[in-house]
């Protein structure tokens, strides 16, 4: 393989070509890596993968480089592996806490294939040294941190859900490549499921090309990282693919807890049917969708829901698909990072997250990232960074897991599943003993993973292959309240009247706006998205959508007074306008009507309403709602309108000359009637307008 040249932006020089010997006498890759760590000197950095259930493992060496932005990842003519750190999302716009944590990257000079069994044979089967030190935080802790996050960043319309941490940490006590290798082979053997399994030691680059840290230490620049990067994981759950130009997604949400002899029918049924799972997972769909809107032009398609199962845990997952011709690099900068490790909307709970953890997130949540060529392009493969260990200088080991939180999200219950995702990893890793677990008898390799993970599959399917008919009935039905637009081939329509229109959707720090804009393309509709703090213009389109997003909208907020600003421009032109969830409450306020938190919060609710007369189920994700009825002297109002309310006296829909909004989001999966309530919606506004209604003959 081709030494890959260091591009001009990256930080140090790569070193040069290794020196050549003759194929035949050149030891297996692995079995040198192991060797170099056994004899407790300098060792070649290297990444071990083994991807989705493969019969081998990848080892791959090579080249370190550090760069500054996923853009200037070198993709020339060798595989690329780069370790993406949380503190990335920066690239974004979004808030995180700096810890400077490098995004690193191993440009393979070699790469070779083991057999499975060959690896485990090889890779030291030793338990390294630990003290294990236990959570950062104690369950009690961790708990009344939630009753704070649903409060305050919940109850305040902050976002729909928000994944919070806590750290579990130990000691290592022996040389830490050798445990790295070790570690390896205790998850291969020890956990089930996973979507990759992998270790990396990848040292900081320096001028010399060596691969030990002094040298690293000698020639780094201020503020630059030294600290050789080292990971060790099974992590269930793919971020990110693409592949010929296939993208796919693969939002995993819902956790059931095994008990300490594995998984029952019951229980799975059980967990099947909770409320509370089943919203979670609704939830992060949605905003893996708006991510694929914004990669795929033809948007995103869902199949599923599907089991994931692990040793210690069963999940529930969709997988998301569509077409991108992106540079993968800009595809995995646009989808920085996972729902089901950040929250919804993604843009704020970023900032939920530095508010309620008071530590960087290092790489827990990032990506490993492994770019190929592939013809003419690159394909990529991207897992989380979740179920991982990352070992730091002074033997540090910290193991990160989250829960995600909902409205109606158990304070204990979540504590105790952050236990248990961590679980996983600390037992297989022996840093924590597992009380709760089959002996060790249970299981061929002494580890009890293997018989847990045949009675899940027993669970599920019988002896004759056939899947167990109630569980995947249980399965099915989720489906049956979901939005069917999302659910197939999303050719355009030819619908009179809206083909060709112009629109622009005023994004107000939520992707839902990628979706309506796909929605509306699908109508035949031309459609652009921007920011509302670079909107300068609401009168040359068509059609101006004024978007969701999070937040009081009775706060004169930045945003909110800026969103005001346009809406009522674009309300004196006369023009058409559609508001949605905090748009059509800031334009019920601009009507003269009352604005107050609801009950309870309608965050990831499905709800059947009445619309002016037509009924529908669609989806709501809202902390504050309109009151019908005016508070203010009627000739203060911008606009008068005409309301729609549900039972509770709050406003779900407006409409007006040429004025249309709705609380609800019909992009949502949650919106198995919103595409029709959406056309409605947009042909009112259109049709209704002074101008339109100008421009008709009289008959």
């Not at 914004?294 to 069963?314: I, N, Q």
């Not at 032109?573 to 748009?583: D, I, T």
Request: hydrophobic letters at 40%; charged letters at 25%.
């Amino acid at each position: 393989m081709d030494t890959v040249p260091l591009p001009s932006h990256a930080r140090h020089p790569l070193p040069g070509p290794p020196a050549e010997h003759p194929q035949r006498t050149r030891r297996p890759l692995l079995v040198e890596l192991i060797a170099a760590a056994a004899a407790g000197g300098p060792c070649p950095p290297f990444a071990l993968l083994r991807r989705d259930d493969d019969d081998h493992l990848d080892v791959l060496t090579g080249d370190v480089v550090d760069v500054d932005v996923l853009g200037d990842i070198p993709l020339h003519k060798a595989p690329v592996l780069a370790v993406v750190p949380y503190r990335q999302i920066i690239e974004r716009g979004f808030v995180a806490h700096d810890d400077g944590a490098p995004l690193r990257c191993l440009v393979a000079t070699r790469r070779e294939k083991v057999r499975h069994e060959d690896a485990l044979a090889q890779l030291p089967a030793h338990a390294p040294r630990t003290t294990f030190h236990g959570p950062d935080t104690s369950d009690e802790e961790y708990a009344e941190h939630v009753r704070r996050v649903i409060d305050e960043e919940i109850g305040r319309g902050e976002g729909a859900n928000f994944v919070i941490g806590r750290r579990f940490e130990a000691t290592l006590h022996d040389e830490p490549v050798s445990a790295l290798l070790a570690w390896m082979r205790a998850l291969l053997t020890g956990e089930s499921g996973a979507y990759w399994t992998f270790a990396t030691y990848l040292p900081a680059p320096d001028v010399a090309g060596t691969s030990t840290g002094q040298a690293a230490r000698d020639v780094a620049a201020p503020g630059e990282s030294t600290e050789p990067v080292m990971l060790v994981g099974a992590t269930p759950e793919r971020h990110l693919t693409l592949k010929n130009g296939h993208a796919v997604m693969n939002p995993i949400s819902g956790t059931y807890r095994h008990g300490a002899d594995g998984p029952t029918r019951d229980g799975l049924l059980d967990f099947l049917v909770d409320p509370k799972e089943t919203d979670e997972l609704f939830m992060v769909v949605d905003e893996e969708l708006k991510l694929m809107s914004s990669l795929c032009p033809t948007g995103g398609r869902m199949a599923g829901p599907f089991l994931k199962r692990m040793s210690r845990l069963t999940h529930t997952e969709y997988l998301l698909d569509g077409r991108s011709s992106l540079d993968p690099r800009e595809a995995l900068r646009r989808t920085m990072f996972a729902p089901t490790v950040t929250g919804s909307p993604m843009e704020n709970a970023c900032r939920v997250i530095a508010r309620h953890e008071s530590r960087p997130r290092g790489y827990y949540s990032g990506v490993l990232a492994l770019f190929e060529p592939e013809g003419d392009g690159w394909s990529l493969d991207a897992p989380i960074l979740i179920r991982t260990a990352r070992i730091q200088p002074g033997g540090r080991v910290g193991v990160t897991a989250g829960a995600t939180l909902v409205r109606h999200s158990d304070p204990v219950s979540e504590a105790a599943e952050t236990r248990a995702k961590a679980a996983g990893i600390l037992t297989a890793l022996g840093l924590q003993d597992a009380p709760d677990r089959p002996t060790a008898s249970a299981g061929h390799d002494g580890t009890g993973s293997t018989r847990v993970a045949e009675r899940a599959a027993v669970l599920t399917v019988g002896n004759d292959g056939v899947p167990d008919p109630q569980i995947d009935a249980a399965l099915q039905r989720r489906n049956r309240s979901l939005a069917p637009f999302w659910m197939r081939e999303q050719a355009p329509q030819t619908v009179p009247g809206l083909v060709g229109g112009s629109v622009l959707v005023v994004d107000n720090e939520d992707g839902f706006t990628q979706m309506l804009a796909h929605q509306l393309r699908h109508l035949g509709m031309t459609v652009r998205v921007r920011p509302c703090a670079d909107v300068d213009d609401v009168l040359s389109d068509d059609l101006v959508v004024f978007g969701p997003g999070p937040g009081d909208p009775r706060r004169p907020s930045r945003r909110i007074r800026r969103l005001r600003a346009l809406m009522v421009e674009r309300i004196r032109s006369r023009r058409p306008m559609l508001a949605v969830c905090l748009s059509h409450q800031v334009l019920g306020m601009l009507a003269g009507h009352e604005v107050a938190p609801l009950i309870q919060p309608r965050q990831g609710v499905q709800l059947a309403v009445d619309v002016f007369g037509v009924p529908a189920r669609v989806g709501f994700y809202n902390t504050f709602g309109v009151l019908a009825g005016r508070s203010i002297d009627p000739r203060r109002c911008e606009v008068s309108l005409e309301e729609s309310c549900d039972a509770n006296g709050t406003v779900i829909a407006f409409r007006g000359p040429g004025v249309a909004s709705v609380q609800a989001h019909l992009e949502s999966v949650l919106s198995p009637d919103g595409e029709r309530m959406l056309r409605g919606l947009v042909e009112h506004a259109l049709t209704t307008s002074p101008a339109a209604v100008a421009s008709t003959p009289v008959a």
